[in-house]
């Protein structure tokens, strides 16, 4: 296993965030996993798994204990951050973005200006445009835009969407 200095910060720690952020920080990479609920987080930080995925326990269990994997519900810093947050649909199945935007918000304060965001959440096109004008919305010293970022004055924030390529239930395969 190869250490990294770097830390990625997973935004969800349900069935695509878990295994993911298991899997990176089993790799060497600093992972700190970010969610709401209390509950989850407490049973994360034990080593304990929080969804039915076949052989995620023993590799959550290492990666706590080697000490690469920490969480909590406060936002944390890092040079790279994953939302892996629920995308339901409404009433009128048209997805719901709030909890990505909600997600963008809490990580905007933190911003320092060349991280990663990736969004990795299951959603309708122009979510990750709709992420970046949370972004900027909130902290207006930000830009996405890397010809707005070399003409000064802006610090650049690096977005991307990586689609969901999990199976959950067969995550660990």
């Known amino acids: 296993m190869t250490e990294t200095n770097q830390t990625v910060v997973f935004v969800g720690l349900g069935y695509i965030g878990l295994p993911t952020a298991v899997t990176l920080a089993n790799s060497g990479v600093r992972v700190k996993g970010v969610d709401v609920n209390e509950s989850v987080v407490e049973r994360v930080a034990r080593g304990e798994v929080t969804?039915?995925?076949?052989?995620?326990?023993?590799?959550?269990?290492?990666a706590?204990?080697?000490g690469q994997l920490t969480a909590?519900?406060?936002?944390?810093?890092?040079?790279?951050?994953v939302i892996a947050v629920p995308t339901p649909f409404k009433d009128d199945y048209?997805?719901?973005t709030s909890y990505i935007e909600a997600a963008g918000r809490s990580i905007a304060?933190?911003?320092?200006g060349d991280e990663l965001v990736i969004l990795e959440s299951t959603s309708p096109p122009q979510t990750t445009r709709l992420l970046g004008r949370v972004l900027t919305e909130a902290r207006?010293?930000?830009t996405v835009d890397p010809a707005?970022?070399?003409?000064?004055?802006?610090?650049?924030?690096?977005?991307a969407y990586c689609p969901e390529?999990?199976?959950?239930g067969r995550a660990m395969d």
């Open 51 to 62: 969804i039915v995925e076949p052989g995620l326990e023993e590799e959550l269990k290492r």
């Open 64 to 66: 706590v204990d080697s």
């Open 72 to 81: 909590s519900t406060q936002m944390q810093h890092g040079d790279a951050f």
């Open 94 to 96: 048209v997805g719901d």
């Open 109 to 112: 304060p933190l911003l320092e």
């Open 140 to 142: 207006p010293d930000l």
């Open 148 to 159: 707005e970022a070399a003409q000064g004055g802006k610090k650049l924030i690096h977005l």
């Open 165 to 168: 390529r999990i199976l959950p």
